[in-house]
């Protein structure tokens, strides 16, 4: 038998009488691969339980589930526990919903190189998901062995960071790769975001001490490479910590983050309600807090249209989605009515 509390698991309730609980390991389009007291089995869903009205939520990778184990076959799945963190990748129709490609995650390592593709800017944007996501943000600069003096890089980092945790790693030298030993304790899951190219897949063969995922040489152009990752997978750790590895996080978008902006801009969020006139717009207004502050040198400019194009871009994600959903209702409105004008041969074909 297998201690699924291993795997992070803890009974808020027990499960239902025949049923036993599981955690998905990998997706394979409509087959779920779990980690059950009884070993690793495949699943599938129950179709009367997620495909009907008021269905339950899909699984996906590191979520907690109830299972029946059927024999000689691919058991059934009947219920997604609740997620104590996920990563949203938007999909704007109804009926198709907000597809989570990853759950249950302890800490999310936001990978950038300190080769060419450095870019603080993206490293931000991905602060504000992980810090939307419920889990805790670590910045893992990859590749310091290609550099003599990466000092730059990393305070450039801590400008956008705060006090979150920067570490410069290098899966050749070995650099930095004890520092990531507070993170990989048993029961605890994390996730890997970060371009393709980066150093995910190489990271976490060094973690695993084998070749659990494929590694493609980076491009020397731009010194980006092609995503390895097929589908979504849980890796379990010589450590007893989790990786979660999936080729969804490369399209993620700013679903409902307006909590993860305001909580990465903090310093700015403290300044706005703090102008002469509530209705300011921080641009030529006397008494703006913003415009005083930039003056003083407690906020910076860049940082200023950092907070305000991934704020606006936020707002938008939530904008864009009702407006295409009310596309969408009204297209499916015409369809209906023209189908029912020619079915009462008021239209011709």
């Not at 699943?43 to 939520?57: A, Q």
């Not at 006139?277 to 940082?303: K, Q």
Request: glycine letters at 10%.
């Amino acid at each position: 038998m297998i201690d699924l509390n291993q795997y992070g698991y803890t009974e808020a309730e027990p499960p239902s009488e025949g049923l036993l609980p599981a955690r998905v390991t990998a997706v394979h389009k409509e087959r779920y691969e779990l980690i059950t007291p009884l070993g690793s089995l495949f699943g599938r869903l129950k179709t009367s339980v997620y495909y009907g009205k008021g269905g339950e939520t899909f699984p996906t990778a590191g979520d907690f589930i109830w299972f029946r184990e059927i024999a000689g076959g691919d058991g059934q799945i009947l219920k997604t526990l609740p997620r104590k963190s996920q990563f949203i990748r938007r999909d704007p129709y109804p009926g198709g919903g907000n597809q989570v490609v990853a759950a249950n995650f302890d800490y999310v390592f936001i990978m950038t190189s300190l080769n060419r593709d450095f870019n603080v800017k993206r490293a931000e944007r991905y602060l504000v998901l992980a810090r939307q996501s419920g889990a805790v943000p670590v910045i893992i600069l990859t590749k310091a062995d290609l550099m003599d003096d990466f000092k730059p890089q990393v305070a450039s980092m801590r400008d956008v960071a705060g006090g979150i945790d920067i570490i410069p790693v290098s899966v050749v030298s070995g650099e930095g790769i004890d520092r990531l030993g507070d993170y990989l304790t048993p029961t605890k899951t994390l996730v890997l975001l970060g371009m393709s190219g980066v150093g995910k897949s190489s990271l976490l063969n060094a973690l695993m001490g084998r070749e659990a995922m494929a590694v493609n040489e980076i491009r020397e152009d731009d010194s980006r490479g092609r995503h390895t990752t097929t589908h979504r997978q849980l890796f379990m750790l010589p450590s007893g910590a989790m990786i979660i590895d999936t080729p969804g996080m490369r399209s993620l978008g700013m679903w409902d983050a307006e909590d993860g902006v305001d909580e990465t801009f903090a310093d700015v969020e403290a300044l706005l309600g703090s102008c002469r006139f509530s209705d300011c717009r921080h641009r030529t207004e006397p008494g703006c807090a913003i415009l005083s502050a930039i003056d003083s040198g407690e906020l910076t400019a860049d940082r200023w249209d950092s907070y305000s194009s991934l704020k606006r871009e936020a707002l938008y994600a939530v904008d864009r989605t009702a407006a295409l959903q009310e596309k969408w209702a009204r297209n499916k409105s015409i369809a209906k009515w023209s189908r029912e004008m020619k079915k009462n041969g008021e239209i011709r074909k």
